[in-house]
C-alpha cells in the first residue's frame, strides 16, 4: 500500500546543475501536484496535471519543467539549479475534481550550494 | 488573486481548548481544508468543509463561513502530541480540474 512516492528523498546539487524528482502513485488518482515549502511561505504550488499527458502551471513554475507521460508518473525537472531552489519538495495527488483531497508523498529535501 | 491568512504561532496547555482561525480571500472557492503536519513529515488530511457550520470529528471539529470568507479548527483536549503546524487550504475550481491554496501554517505548541 504504497500511496505516493517521491525519489529521491535528499539531493544536494551544485548551481546549475540538473536534476529530476520523480512521483509515483498507485492509486490510480487522476490529479498530480508539485508543492515546495519555505520556512514562512508555506505551501506553494509548481505545477500541477489534470490528467496523462496535460500539465498547467502553479504559483511559482518559474525554473521548473514538469511532464505527465504516465497517469501515475509525475516529474519535475530542474534544469539549471539555483541557491534558491533549495526548499522541500513535496508531490500529492488527488482522486477527483469535487473531493480534492490532497494524499501527499514523504517529500525531497533539495539543497542548492 | 488568491489571499489566506491565519496566525503563525499559538501556544495552549495540554487538556485545553484551542482554535485556530483562518480567513480567505479567492476565487473559484468550493470549500475548506484543513491539514496537520509534524516536523518533518508530509501533510496529513484532518478536515474538509464544503457547506456553512460545523463538522465534528472526535476531538477535532471544523467550522466555514463561506459569506465572511471564514474557518476555524477547534482542538479539544489538547494532547502533548498535537504540537504540529496546522495548515488552512482552500480548495479552487479551475476550468479543468481543480487544486489546494494553502496559507502559511499556524504552528501549534502544546506545553504541560
Known amino acids: 500500500n504504497a500511496g505516493v512516492t517521491q525519489t529521491p528523498k535528499f539531493r544536494v546539487l551544485k548551481t546549475g546543475q540538473s536534476m529530476t524528482l520523480l512521483c509515483a502513485q498507485d492509486m490510480n488518482h487522476e490529479y498530480m501536484y508539485w508543492y515546495r515549502q519555505d520556512p514562512g511561505m508555506g505551501l506553494r504550488l509548481i505545477h500541477y496535471?489534470?490528467?496523462?499527458?496535460?500539465?498547467a502551471k502553479g504559483e511559482v513554475p518559474d525554473g521548473y519543467n514538469v511532464s505527465r507521460l504516465k497517469k501515475q508518473n509525475f516529474l519535475l525537472g530542474l534544469e539549471s539549479a539555483a541557491p534558491s531552489q533549495t526548499s522541500v519538495y513535496f508531490c500529492?495527488?488527488?482522486?477527483?475534481?469535487?473531493?480534492?483531497?490532497?494524499?501527499f508523498g514523504e517529500g525531497s529535501r533539495l539543497t542548492v550550494l | 488573486g488568491q489571499n489566506i491568512d491565519q496566525p503563525t504561532e499559538m501556544t495552549a496547555t495540554e487538556g485545553a481548548i484551542v482554535q485556530i482561525n483562518c480567513t480567505y480571500q479567492?476565487?473559484?472557492?468550493?470549500?475548506l481544508f484543513w491539514y496537520q503536519q509534524h516536523a518533518g513529515e508530509a501533510p496529513t488530511f484532518l478536515s474538509y468543509?464544503?457547506?456553512?457550520g460545523l463538522e465534528e470529528k472526535g476531538r477535532f471539529s471544523s467550522f466555514l463561513s463561506r459569506s465572511k470568507g471564514y474557518s476555524y479548527l477547534l482542538l479539544k483536549e489538547l494532547q502533548m502530541k498535537d504540537s504540529a503546524s496546522y495548515l488552512c487550504?482552500?480548495?479552487?475550481?479551475?476550468?479543468?480540474?481543480?487544486?489546494?491554496?494553502f496559507g502559511t501554517g499556524t504552528q501549534l505548541k502544546v506545553e504541560l
Open positions: 487550504a482552500a480548495h479552487i475550481l479551475t476550468g479543468g480540474g481543480n487544486k489546494l491554496t
Open positions: 496535471s489534470v490528467g496523462e499527458g496535460t500539465t
Open positions: 479567492t476565487s473559484g472557492f468550493n470549500g
Open positions: 500529492a495527488s488527488s482522486p477527483d475534481r469535487r473531493t480534492g483531497e490532497l494524499f
Open positions: 468543509n464544503v457547506l456553512d
